[in-house]
């Protein structure tokens, strides 16, 4: 696939639920093989978010991210192919870019797109080095294959029931539910809804207060979802602060009430940690199967997610459903 279209890219990113996570064992263990392979200061596997890229693991450097105007990576990902810069200081692209001119000095570079299952470069693995020089084709080889582990070890987290942090269904485990719920209609020409919860600035949570306080509060709204919810209804977690819940036999109006009860009881909600006090909103999408008259979970789970990003466009804090037919676009 060439250069993705990015807004799908990102969404597809987000739910993976990686971004900003605690260094593991795994990744780590990826990146010290690659680093001693190639005989290099640095190698790194990153994650190109929105405005930066997140170091999932990194060996060699001591920060976190970097803005992602000055990237390597968000170069990378643009292809489908190696990306090689063989000495930075003579690319036009890169030869007065921050990472070049100062530390840590980028003069060599490779980096391997991380390609998902859906065919979305969510960033790279890549190896750095300080100096010019050459890679031959067994050690991209090398690369590709180290490449391959790393996203199968992040395919394999979303293989799992349930999410770790808020017990609810993780995304494989949800998109299982919600096609046998899909059949179901389908035979009995029955209606079903589907919520789509994203927090409101939830980056700024964690920046401000730390992952444990935002940790917190990811579970007081899974605990918020499942108390508004009929024991046939499907919530599960699908991406770092997204949230989808499966209302079978509910039509569009009903499933506004569950949103709007679940939008009110969120923003009410005060959250108390080390001696914080965080609040927090949410934008919400809403599309039942009938009115947007699809037969495929992934198009209809599409529909919400847009009306959810429209929610946000509106000023966030609101809900926003699906009115009418779908367009045949979508």
């Known amino acids: 696939m060439a250069y993705q279209n990015e807004l799908e890219r990102l969404r597809e990113l987000e739910k993976y639920a990686i971004l900003d996570t605690s260094s593991e064992e795994s990744f780590d263990r990826i990146t010290r093989i690659a680093q001693k392979i190639m005989d290099v200061p640095i190698a790194l596997i990153t994650l190109v978010d929105e405005k930066r890229q997140w170091f999932l693991s990194k060996q060699g450097i001591t920060f976190d991210e970097?803005?992602?105007?000055?990237?390597?990576?968000?170069?990378?990902?643009?292809?489908?192919?190696?990306?090689?810069?063989?000495?930075?200081?003579?690319?036009e692209r890169f030869k007065h870019n921050p990472m070049v001119t100062e530390a840590p000095n980028v003069q060599f570079y490779a980096g391997i797109p991380l390609k998902s299952a859906l065919?979305?470069?969510?960033?790279?693995?890549?190896?750095?080095?300080?100096?010019?020089?050459?890679?031959?084709?067994?050690?991209?080889?090398?690369?590709?294959?180290?490449?391959?582990?790393?996203?199968?070890?992040?395919?394999?987290?979303t293989i799992a029931t349930q999410d770790f942090l808020t017990g609810m269904l993780r995304r494989q485990s949800f998109m299982l539910k919600a096609n046998q719920e899909m059949l179901r209609a389908i035979r009995y020409d029955t209606n079903?809804?589907?919520?789509?919860?994203?927090?409101?600035?939830?980056?700024?949570?964690?920046?401000?207060?730390?992952?444990?306080?935002?940790?917190?509060?990811?579970?007081?709204?899974?605990?918020i979802?499942?108390?508004?919810?009929?024991?046939?209804?499907?919530?599960?977690?699908?991406?770092?602060e997204e949230f989808i819940i499966l209302l079978p036999q509910t039509d569009q109006h009903d499933a506004m009430i569950v949103a709007e009860r679940i939008r009110k009881?969120?923003?009410?909600?005060?959250?108390?940690?080390?001696?914080?006090?965080?609040?927090?909103?949410?934008?919400?999408?809403?599309?039942?199967?009938?009115?947007?008259?699809?037969?495929?979970?992934?198009?209809?789970?599409?529909?919400?997610?847009?009306?959810?990003?429209?929610?946000?466009?509106?000023?966030?804090?609101?809900?926003?459903?699906?009115?009418g037919q779908c367009d045949s676009s979508n």
């Not at 979802?225 to 770092?240: K, Q």
């Not at 979970?297 to 699906?322: C, H």
Request: proline fraction near 3%; aromatic fraction near 4%.
């Open 66 to 91: 970097t803005p992602r105007e000055i990237s390597f990576c968000t170069h990378a990902i643009q292809k489908d192919q190696p990306f090689i810069v063989h000495d930075a200081t003579q690319d």
């Open 119 to 157: 065919g979305y470069n969510l960033g790279t693995l890549c190896v750095i080095d300080t100096k010019p020089r050459d890679i031959s084709l067994d050690e991209i080889d090398i690369l590709r294959d180290l490449a391959s582990i790393v996203i199968d070890e992040i395919e394999l987290r």
């Open 192 to 223: 079903f809804s589907i919520i789509a919860i994203d927090i409101d600035h939830f980056k700024s949570v964690n920046d401000r207060y730390g992952h444990a306080t935002g940790d917190l509060v990811l579970r007081k709204i899974a605990d």
């Open 225 to 240: 979802c499942r108390s508004t919810l009929r024991e046939i209804d499907v919530p599960a977690r699908f991406g770092g």
């Open 265 to 323: 009881m969120i923003e009410k909600l005060v959250v108390e940690d080390s001696g914080n006090t965080v609040t927090v909103t949410t934008s919400l999408g809403v599309v039942d199967r009938i009115t947007c008259g699809k037969n495929d979970i992934n198009s209809i789970l599409n529909m919400a997610d847009d009306r959810l990003y429209e929610a946000k466009a509106n000023g966030r804090n609101t809900i926003v459903p699906i009115i």
